[in-house]
């Protein structure tokens, strides 16, 4: 089915059409204490969000009657779209957060201990009035990529056992080789405690929180704190310990420096990405759950890049990207039947051994090309709100970068070989004579690939480059996908055509303005909770090694399939 959509609630909506001025937003936000506005946020974030994307309907409801009075939640609930009005959302709490940090103090209300929150909750409702970017003249069709990327990477659904898991395999199974590069060695350097040790540290925080929902939260409002004696039952020296909680966390006079340094926008979160705990005192709470999460592997990433010269840097960064490679083909090849999909992992030459794209999918007449980039985007073109830099990025990115084909160029110049009427080249063990059509995908480890409009941008540069009279096969539209996506349809492609699937997408929506979660949605599918079975085990490889330092990790119990 299609992702179902929400509506969030305006300040503007509720005051006969006038918003709020930021002016008046900020005065109101800080009239409470920063560090419990902080704490709601990093609550609501955690509560409101199930394991495997979905929203929380209860716990966001629950929180709600306890933020706002009768007489509004009466009035929303009187809205034709009422089960679809949205009070919290991700994108909302983390420019709270962001604001909060910026402009306030320990001074004022707390809301904590104030009925319906001492009126907090109308500073929520006046954030949405500010999170659309102010952008430059351009092109509709930029301007909405543009508008869209936070839209995609915070409000759209996602999966954090996979995320975790992927995270793991890269650190793991998809890692180079000591020989190439010693990952393990330069992040002991640049970090003072093992690869192993953050780790087993990051699940035993990520299991604290797992089982954490509105419920539980009710019962034992202490399980959204962790202390600095968190790890007091593990083979981990307490030295280390702190080592880790410094790194991972920061109070919010830290935050707020580092925002003055460098901020690139309202919707720009990176100082909470890099340290995800807040500290209050001694004792730290996560401000998002998928901050925490995606630090499991970005952390030991940005670690290494920030402590590194120039030539072992450019090497970092090439072996996460063949790691991604490696690790969609495996994804590839556990989820797809040999049948329905036929799934062809590096694919060369026969003449030269040259590598023809990423991954060969062949799914009856039809062959899907795969390209997997990266594509990790800065802070300050992925948030900075300038289209003209957007797209500059975006070209070297996918099209071309020093005269290198990159990405969609790529996959033009493999269709352009493998079906040329004149000179076709042959691949190594793969009959495509019976191919009638190819659908080129780009598939992206950024979130950038899943967003609104990317496909229908990065069509007008790769239309022309492939050169239809010349090629004895019709070529379809390319379709930008995000591995967060790939990951959840990952599940069904044991028995539904992949090729179907993407065909489901153009149906639906011939210019693929939209993305594939959104337009994708037929009879051929419906969202699933089940996570694949492949990263199921890679889950329990991590929470049974996980178990040697932590043994309180045993009793965290992941669900892989929700009811």
Not at 169 to 182: D, I, K
Request: with cysteine; glycine share 6%.
């Amino acid at each position: 089915m299609r992702v179902t959509m929400g509506t969030y609630v305006t300040y503007e909506e509720l005051n006969n059409g006038t918003p709020s001025t930021i002016d008046a937003f900020r005065q109101l936000l800080c009239r409470y204490q920063r560090s419990k506005v902080l704490y709601l946020c990093g609550l609501i974030n955690c509560v409101t969000r199930k394991w495997h994307g979905a929203v929380d309907k209860r716990a966001h409801d629950d929180l709600a009657s306890i933020a706002f009075r009768p007489a509004l939640l009466n009035h929303l609930a009187a809205h034709p779209e009422s089960p679809k009005r949205i009070l919290f959302h991700r994108l909302q709490t983390m420019f709270v957060a962001k604001e909060i940090t910026l402009y306030g103090t320990e001074d004022g209300i707390d809301p904590l201990t104030t009925p319906h929150w001492g009126g907090l909750g109308e500073a929520f409702i006046m954030a949405n009035d500010h999170l659309r970017l102010e952008l430059e003249e351009t092109n509709r069709t930029l301007r909405i990529l543009t508008e869209n990327l936070s839209v995609n990477e915070y409000s759209f659904p996602c999966d954090l056992r996979a995320v975790l898991a992927r995270a793991n395999l890269a650190l793991t199974q998809f890692m180079p080789q000591p020989s190439e590069l010693n990952i393990r060695d330069l992040f002991q350097q640049a970090s003072g405690f093992t690869l192993d040790q953050f780790r087993v540290m990051c699940v035993g925080l990520i299991c604290q929180y797992f089982p954490l929902d509105g419920e539980v939260y009710k019962k034992d409002k202490s399980q959204f704190l962790i202390g600095q004696d968190f790890f007091r039952s593990t083979a981990i020296a307490q030295e280390t310990v702190n080592m880790f909680l410094k790194d991972m966390s920061a109070a919010a006079e830290d935050l707020k420096s580092v925002y003055q340094k460098r901020n690139h926008g309202p919707l720009d979160f990176t100082p909470f990405r890099d340290k995800p705990l807040v500290k209050i005192d001694q004792t730290y709470f996560p401000i998002d759950i998928k901050f925490l999460v995606e630090k499991f592997e970005a952390g030991v990433f940005w670690k290494i890049n920030g402590s590194v010269d120039r030539r072992t840097r450019s090497s970092l960064h090439s072996a996460w990207g063949k790691g991604f490679e490696s690790y969609s083909n495996w994804l590839l090849a556990h989820s797809t039947d040999g049948t329905i999909n036929v799934l062809h992992k590096t694919p060369t030459y026969e003449d030269n051994n040259d590598q023809v794209t990423d991954a060969i999918i062949v799914c009856g007449h039809k062959a899907i090309f795969i390209e997997c980039k990266i594509a990790m985007m800065r802070a300050e073109i992925k948030y900075g709100g300038s289209p003209t830099d957007l797209t500059e990025e975006i070209y070297k990115k996918f099209v071309e970068s020093n005269e290198r084909p990159q990405g969609i160029k790529q996959l033009a110049v493999a269709i352009n070989t493998v079906f040329s009427k004149e000179r076709s080249r042959l691949i190594e063990g793969i009959d495509l004579s019976k191919i009638r059509m190819v659908y080129p995908v780009l598939l992206t480890r950024d979130s950038i690939g899943g967003s609104i409009g990317l496909s229908k941008y990065l069509r007008q540069f790769f239309k022309p480059l492939v050169n239809e009279k010349l090629v004895s096969i019709d070529v379809g539209p390319l379709f930008c996908l995000s591995i967060d996506q790939m990951e959840e349809i990952a599940d069904v492609l044991q028995s539904t055509s992949l090729a179907e699937l993407l065909y489901g997408w153009w149906r639906n929506d011939r210019t693929l303005g939209t993305n594939f979660l959104m337009a994708s949605g037929s009879g051929n599918r419906k969202q699933s909770r089940k996570l694949p079975d492949a990263l199921t085990q890679a889950l329990d490889d991590l929470f049974n090694e996980s178990m040697t330092y932590f043994p309180e990790v045993a009793g965290a119990g992941v669900q892989t399939e929700i009811n």
